[in-house]
């Protein structure tokens, strides 16, 4: 069965350190990945999406980026982390397909992010 | 332009009552899929269901049931003699062919009393 690891749970950082969170996917191949943020008390905002190895679509602009260095491990990373940056990521997978999104996405447990 | 609306910010229910959750879409393609997720405090996300838009067929799985209408551009969600353990924030989803982006509603917040 397919499982998505993400880690670390929580992190506090401070203002202007660098940000390195990971996503591994196991028991699927070539999956589309996903990088979310979640405000507090809001709704997901789609940060990166991939669908291979090195391909990777930015849908805001921002401090953040991502890289997939494997086929089943996904990066955000962050040079210089500002308090905006403060919330909560998930990571997800969904099946690879030429309809994009059209099979049901599985996420992460997601890493707390508090920029202080 | 594609759009979820989930006019419902917060429900509060006793448990073992029936309780409706509403998802109103928006989008002039006629390949689409919808979606409903559940996270429960412990923030992780729980996929529920997902329909295409050729099956307008209602699913119902245990206290759960969906109720999808194209004529109203709606995927509304019930859930049958609430439980405490139905209290979360539920989502509701929408993407369209050759697109790899979920469009999100902004949740519902559940809460259940016992």
């Known amino acids: 069965s397919q499982t998505i690891h993400q880690w670390p749970a929580t992190l506090v950082q401070p203002v202007g350190s660098p940000l390195s969170l990971e996503c591994t996917v196991e028991?699927?191949?070539?999956?589309?990945l996903y990088w979310y943020r979640q405000a507090a008390g809001r709704g997901l905002q789609l940060l990166f999406y991939?669908?291979?190895?090195?391909?990777i679509s930015s849908e805001v602009p921002q401090n953040l980026s991502a890289s997939r260095p494997q086929d089943r491990q996904f990066i955000l990373s962050s040079k210089k982390l500002l308090l905006s940056d403060s919330g909560f990521y998930l990571c997800?997978?969904?099946?690879?397909?030429?309809?994009?999104?059209?099979?049901?996405?599985?996420f992460g447990q997601g890493t707390r992010l508090t920029v202080v | 332009a594609q759009k979820v609306t989930q006019a419902q910010t917060e429900i509060s229910v006793v448990e073992k009552e029936d309780v409706t959750l509403d998802c109103v879409y928006e989008?002039?393609?006629?390949?689409?899929?919808l979606f409903w997720y559940k996270q429960p405090p412990s923030g992780e996300l729980v996929f529920l269901i997902r329909r295409n838009s050729f099956d307008e067929q209602n699913e119902i799985s245990g206290r759960y049931s969906w109720n999808f209408q194209k004529s109203t551009s709606s995927f509304n969600f019930t859930i049958t003699a609430s439980q405490v353990v139905d209290s979360a924030v539920y989502f509701c989803?929408?993407?369209?062919?050759?697109?790899?982006?979920?469009?999100w509603g902004a949740g519902t917040k559940l809460i259940i009393k016992p």
């Open positions: 997800a997978w969904s099946g690879s397909s030429a309809g994009g999104a059209d099979t049901e996405a599985f």
């Open positions: 991939s669908v291979g190895i090195g391909q």
């Open positions: 028991g699927t191949s070539n999956p589309n």
């Open positions: 989803a929408l993407s369209v062919w050759s697109n790899y982006q979920l469009i």
């Open positions: 989008t002039r393609d006629t390949t689409y899929y």
